[in-house]
């Protein structure tokens, strides 16, 4: 303990004083893992303080700022999702083809008219990445920058956290784009990501796209061009308005039926 790991080579004789020469090859120090995989030792941290709000004492905030204590369409107001005259706006229209939050950052990236469609597809896969894939982030993505410029760091409950959707977590994009990292994660036997996270990761990316494929026309290129890019990766044709023919029913089953 009192080397830090250092093993005894040999004792110096040097007269009155008897000292001890160590090695350290096989000796182990903590770390910080960054998002290139490399270890550093003594980083500086980066400390950012949040005050949080209890909802049992009374705020000082006006009801129309604190989206806790606002009704549903207060909330759908404030979030830009209907005007003055309760009408859904274009954001409140994509909006409604999605649940909770993810909504809110699809309009926001439709909005940005020089955010790449093809860029803002696959940044998509944070959506629904969650807390696993943080620390391969290599930086924050577009998606994320957008969403709170527009709503900024408030909690809707339901909607955001800290003014992204509830289930959004950074690294999910890069897992997308660069399929080494899959190699990556099997040589390096990482714990806290498993073959099923990148599995469930890939599944629910694609289930997004394939909502946007299906979801009703508007008239608005940028929605339709992400439809057509989203249709284009996730394989999915045109929206289909009739149903599939069905074999027939086996007699032994239409017997049950007539009793």
């Known amino acids: ?61 006006p009801a129309e700022k604190d989206p806790a204590r606002t009704s549903p369409v207060e909330a759908w107001y404030l979030l830009g999702l209907i005007d003055e005259d309760a009408r859904p706006t274009e954001r409140g229209k994509i909006f409604s083809m999605f649940s909770r ?3 809110l950052a699809v309009a926001v990236g439709i909005e940005d008219a020089s955010y790449p469609i093809d860029e803002l597809v696959h940044d998509l896969a944070n959506l629904r990445a969650g807390h696993r894939f ?59 990501i498993g ?9 629910e990316w694609k289930s997004l796209l394939d909502l946007i494929s299906h979801a009703p026309q508007l008239t608005i290129n940028r929605w339709q061009e992400l439809q057509e890019f989203a249709r284009k990766l996730s394989g999915s044709k045109s929206s289909i308005n009739e149903l599939p023919e069905l074999p027939e029913i086996p007699v032994r089953q239409r017997r049950r039926f007539q009793g």
């Open 101 to 103: 939050g993810e909504g």
């Open 195 to 203: 073959v099923g996270d990148i599995e469930r990761l890939v599944i």
């Open 1 to 61: 303990m009192l080397s830090q790991g250092g093993e005894l080579v040999e004792f110096v004789d040097r007269g009155k004083v008897l000292n001890a020469r160590l090695s350290y090859d096989n000796a182990q120090s903590l770390g910080w893992k960054d998002s290139r995989g490399r270890f550093l030792l003594n980083p500086r941290l980066r400390r950012m303080a949040r005050d949080f709000d209890s909802p049992f004492i009374q705020s000082d905030l």
């Open 134 to 192: 943080r620390s391969w982030a290599k930086t924050e993505s577009r998606l994320a920058v957008l969403c709170r410029q527009a709503y900024g760091f408030r909690d809707f409950p339901g909607y955001l956290r800290a003014g992204l959707p509830t289930e959004y977590g950074e690294g999910g994009v890069d897992f997308i784009r660069e399929r080494n990292l899959f190699a990556k994660i099997e040589e390096e036997g990482e714990e806290d």
